[in-house]
């Protein structure tokens, strides 16, 4: 079946744009968290939402960035003024939400974010 | 959260078994290990997940002592297609309403060779 997806799959952009990063969960599964990775490292939590709301947006950096989940599926990552410092690549992942073990997170492919 | 320290690299050949260590000093009672696979331009894939002694899946095994306060990933017979990071995270994947946000580190670089 279709995985996550993740749109685009590349953004460049210039210091001080406002971008939209889109993602598609898979069908069914309730849970969504972004992630943020930057070279050489472990991807970076940034928010989750369990259905419309936002559980926990304790990693999101500063009030720059903002996401959203309206209708309990696909997801968008805003983040204002940019800055040099957000070049990386975003991650996005959906789970059951179960809340159980086994609530394995799938991740799509990632937007790559190169702020000029 | 429970801090993880993995080796930062590691190479094999091709058709070994390879066996990756995470200590994990301060994991809580209620916290699993879960490790990911990721591949270059792709997101981190699930491979296995455990919570005490071993268990195994259709792709690696997981062992974890009485105390867990360390986990080994072992990769049967690795193939060049092997070569990735491998992440080694442990949390509490059940509370319901908590975070449940994954805390990766920087993983070992795994690299087989032929």
């Known amino acids: 079946g279709a995985g996550v997806s993740q749109t685009p799959s590349n953004k460049v952009t210039e210091k001080g744009k406002y971008v939209e990063l889109r993602c598609d969960p898979i069908s069914g599964h309730t849970a969504l968290y972004w992630y943020r990775q930057s070279l050489g490292q472990g991807p970076e939590f940034l928010i989750y939402f369990q259905g419309t709301g936002a559980a926990d947006d304790s990693g999101l950096p500063n009030d720059r960035f903002f996401a959203v989940r309206p209708e309990g599926s696909v997801s968008t990552l805003k983040i204002q003024r940019t800055e040099r410092g957000d070049s990386a690549v975003y991650l996005c992942?959906?789970?059951?939400?179960?809340?159980?073990?086994?609530?394995?997170?799938?991740f799509g492919p990632g937007t790559r974010l190169t702020v000029l | 959260l429970a801090k993880t320290t993995q080796p930062i690299s590691m190479d094999s050949y091709e058709g070994q078994e390879v066996n990756i260590t995470c200590s994990h000093n301060?994991?809580?009672?209620?916290?699993?290990i879960t490790w990911y696979q990721q591949f270059p331009s792709q997101g981190p894939r699930f491979i296995i997940q455990g919570y005490k002694t071993k268990v195994t899946n259709e792709v690696a095994s997981l062992f974890i002592p009485a105390d867990r306060k360390s986990s080994t990933l072992s990769l049967p017979r690795v193939s060049l297609s092997d070569t990735a990071v491998y992440y080694c995270l442990v949390g509490d994947p059940g509370i319901s309403g908590s975070a449940r946000q994954l805390t990766f580190g920087s993983g070992t670089q795994l690299t087989v060779l032929p």
């Open positions: 301060n994991i809580a009672t209620n916290d699993y």
């Open positions: 992942a959906s789970s059951l939400g179960l809340g159980e073990v086994g609530d394995t997170q799938y």
